[in-house]
């Protein structure tokens, strides 16, 4: 099977974002962040916030949280798009039982699928590792109707690790929101005491 793809900046940016957001402690302190500047902010407007002295440290935290957190990952994923030229050209995928051939427009490539280290599908994208760090941006929309394909060809064909179960995909949203339901029982906690 072929496919062939083109990875806009923006799609990039998308999934910059999915891949870093998908932490459990950054989700913990997407979701903390907010809520220690907005108390923040409502003490020294006025609101009485049971503290023992000035949240500072509460203010600057959640504004580092709340703004520098995303920024940085922005220019991060700017950084990275615009200095990796061969992420930016038309790239073709040639797909059969015993390796991988990927063809772009300043290079070309051949692996085994023995080489892989794993693939990972998440969210709109397929992502096929070299190496721990290292992997092929394929956006599911260019498989069409050969998704359903591939995903056969990876599970019976190789023994690659990969994310393909849904018992996989659902134990990992657990373990992406356990602080998120960590941090409300605690606050639950903190305010039933009260």
């Not at 990992?172 to 005491?193: E, K, Q």
Request: glycine content about 4%; aromatic content about 18%.
């Amino acid at each position: 099977m072929t496919i062939k793809t083109k990875i806009l900046f923006k799609d990039y940016l998308r999934l910059s974002y999915q891949m870093n957001y998908r932490n459990p402690w950054i989700i913990f302190l997407s979701c903390v962040g907010p809520i220690m500047f907005i108390g923040s902010i409502m003490y020294f407007i006025g609101f009485k916030i049971p503290v023992d002295e000035p949240p500072y440290f509460q203010l600057i935290l959640g504004i580092f949280i709340v703004i520098v957190l995303p920024i940085s990952v922005y220019r991060n994923a700017r950084k990275n798009y615009l200095s990796n030229k061969c992420l930016q050209e038309n790239i073709t995928y040639e797909i059969t039982d015993d390796k991988l051939k990927v063809v772009g427009e300043s290079f070309n490539s051949e692996l085994s699928w023995d080489k892989m280290y794993r693939i990972t599908e998440f969210w709109k994208w397929i992502l096929i590792f070299q190496t721990r760090n290292s992997a092929f941006l394929i956006p599911k929309s260019s498989f069409g109707k050969e998704l359903y394909e591939f995903k056969e060809l990876i599970i019976n064909k190789t023994h690659i690790k990969t994310n393909f179960s849904l018992v996989k995909k659902g134990f990992s949203l657990f373990l992406t929101l356990l602080p998120i339901l960590f941090f409300i029982l605690i606050a639950l906690v903190v305010f039933i005491s009260k």
